[in-house]
């Protein structure tokens, strides 16, 4: 089988397509052939090796942990899928690859109206959305400030922080705030000004503070909360050094609210833009387009 492999940390230049073994499942997983992986900004990190602390990778290693496809091989007590399933979740192994194994509590049934390509984008970003804002406690009424309101994970929380009744502040770039506002926020720009920016649009204050862009917003948001209560990232590294909670996924249900977004995306109440698909050959440059920190909804690989 062909995978996207790296024998040391680096840039986007150490990503190569080789031959590796081929995988086989073990019990309680199956074996997927990829039709689509979607490219998550927690991908290059681990290739740079700065989350070795908190995720330790042997090396050779291969990336990615979206993952849309069809079943083609069961392991040992798998009763929940048969191979010829199309299925979309989160790989146990790298999913820049032709085949990766899955377990089954980490995957759903695709619908049949969704396409490969949206598929692969919604695990990873639907599934920090559900879980942050549910950290968050983010209910009707709220008023949430949203850093990254953009980005894939960022779109898919704009969208259900909305759908729970909150007003979402999306901070973004100007030439995204049209984009914000079609998914249901008020955008703002990011940058020197942020606090006088959010006190116009929300006056009375902000109510909780999800971050999912990690590049610096922190000390604006602990003023304008007033204190680090009700702010969360996902993406700074300074959080600890300013007492605010830091949410890794760690300890987090395989698969929850998978199959809920599964189904929110193929009526259209949930969208996770796909912004560009790439071959898998290209990976690397997949990774120099992610590095930039300003893409719009998701990038996919396609085998």
Do not use: C
């Amino acid at each position: 089988m062909e995978a996207i492999v790296y024998e040391r940390f680096g840039g986007p230049e150490v990503l190569h397509l080789a031959q590796v073994d081929e995988v086989h499942p073990g019990r309680g997983q199956v074996r997927v052939k990829v039709r689509a992986a979607g490219v998550n900004p927690i991908d290059y990190k681990i290739r740079r090796g700065w989350m070795e602390q908190v995720f330790t990778t042997p090396l050779p290693a291969t990336p990615g942990s979206d993952v849309a496809g069809v079943v083609d091989e069961i392991g040992e007590g798998v009763t929940a899928f048969v191979p010829g399933d199309e299925v979309l979740g989160t790989s146990a192994t790298g999913s820049y690859a032709t085949h990766a194994l899955a377990d089954v509590r980490a995957l759903t049934r695709k619908p049949a109206d969704l396409s490969w390509e949206a598929a692969a984008a919604l695990p990873v970003a639907s599934g920090t959305a559900f879980r942050v804002l549910d950290e968050l406690a983010v209910t009707e009424g709220d008023t949430l400030l949203l850093h990254g309101a953009a980005g894939a994970v960022g779109s898919a929380a704009v969208q259900l922080a909305a759908a729970r009744g909150a007003t979402v502040i999306g901070t973004a770039s100007p030439a995204n705030h049209d984009y914000l506002r079609v998914l249901g926020a008020v955008p703002v720009a990011y940058g020197d000004g942020l606090v006088d920016r959010v006190h116009q649009v929300a006056p009375q204050g902000v109510d909780a503070v999800f971050d999912a862009s990690g590049r610096g917003a922190l000390p604006d948001s602990i003023e304008l909360r007033g204190g680090t209560d009700r702010i969360v990232t996902i993406a700074d590294a300074d959080a600890a050094r300013l007492g605010v909670a830091i949410s890794s996924g760690a300890g987090a249900v395989p698969g929850e609210h998978l199959a809920e977004s599964a189904r929110l995306a193929a009526v259209g109440e949930l969208r996770v833009p796909v912004a560009q698909t790439f071959a898998l050959s290209d990976a690397a440059k997949a990774h120099e387009v992610s590095e930039t920190g300003h893409v719009r909804g998701k990038l996919v690989l396609v085998p």
